[in-house]
């Protein structure tokens, strides 16, 4: 395996690179912590919801909390996010409702969260698609004369995209200051990663001319020190960087797919010994930066948090048939109001 930054162990031991460091006091790391936690036990009740019958569907994001932790702590308030539609702890990250996500995922709204009020656009289901927004977004912020970067969250599978790779050409052409931001959990669905590439992803950048950098994803201190670098790079001018988080989907690509169909159990078990949640609080208890009490703290305000979700969650009202005509236009659309007028009159048919 190509070398790969980490600044914490699997056995919670914190250790240098020379490239990337981070200082980062007691509370940060308890906060991060916390964020692991509350993030994963949202994801656990998320998949409980779609099991009985209460989203159509769910994205799990089981493993993957470091990369979307770490990254998402490292943006600055301006910088704004552009999300697939696994990135739940990016946008625990940026404030936005759990909830919310899960509306989406229950079919009773569009998106659910205004992407201006936190800077974090909605879910982009069609792959690798959000990549190309991205840049444009990115190419507007340099032509504005702002210091804000853009970051894209896209997976393994969607580098095999076209529009990745138009992406990757803009920015690099447009030194758009964009951070690509790549979770290589391995398995675009059932393809494994050797299916995608004959290199690692991280090295298709320089084919682009910018660099790229591979970090341990389920080290949350390395995900934060290389994210916050590459979006600082962005943002004085140094053009795009291509983050590759080497981590693993511990459960299903969602919960319509099987990976005990295409995995074994044997690799399943193998990476939930690099749990990155087990690595902080490893770090956190060694070093004596936390005790019982907080660890306790936090597990009760994840049950907190998970019951608050699946309450909201089941209070969600149904929108009415004409739900679909809003929000498609940010002002008025002639034949938008048109349609929308004949539907109407049309459902005023089958009044008693």
Known sequence: ????????????????????????????????????????????????????????????????????????????????????????????????????????FRGVSHGGWDPREHNFHLYTIVIGAQTLHAVGYAMGVQRDGDDAAVIAYFGDGASSQGDVSEAFTWASVFNAPVVFFCQNNQWAISAPAERQSRIPLYRRASGFGFPGVRVDGNDVFACLAVTRKALKDAREGRGPTLVEAFTYRMGAHTTSDDPARY????????????????????????????????????????????????????????????????????????????????????LDGFTL
């Open 1 to 104: 395996m190509p070398e790969l930054v980490r600044l914490l162990t699997e056995d919670g031991e914190r250790i240098e690179h020379p490239d990337y460091d981070i200082d980062l006091t007691a509370e940060e790391v308890r906060g991060l912590y916390r964020d692991l936690v509350l993030v994963r036990r949202f994801d656990t009740e998320a998949v409980a919801l779609q099991r009985q019958g209460e989203l159509g569907l769910w994205a799990s994001l089981l493993g993957q909390e470091a990369a979307q932790v770490g990254s998402g702590r490292a943006l600055a308030a301006g910088d704004m996010a552009f999300p697939s539609y696994r990135e739940h702890g990016v946008a625990w990250c940026r404030g936005v409702d759990p909830v919310a996500l899960l509306g989406m």
């Open 263 to 346: 995995r074994t159990a044997e690799e399943s078990q193998a990476w939930r010994a690099r749990d990155p949640i087990a690595r902080v609080r490893a770090y956190l208890a060694g070093n004596r930066l936390a005790g019982p009490e907080f660890f306790e703290a936090v597990e009760a305000e994840a049950d907190l948090l998970g019951k608050d979700v699946r309450r909201r969650c089941l209070e969600l009202p149904d929108p009415g048939p004409a739900a679909m005509f809003e929000h498609i236009h940010s002002g008025r659309h002639a034949l938008l109001e048109e349609e929308s007028a004949q539907y109407a009159a049309y």
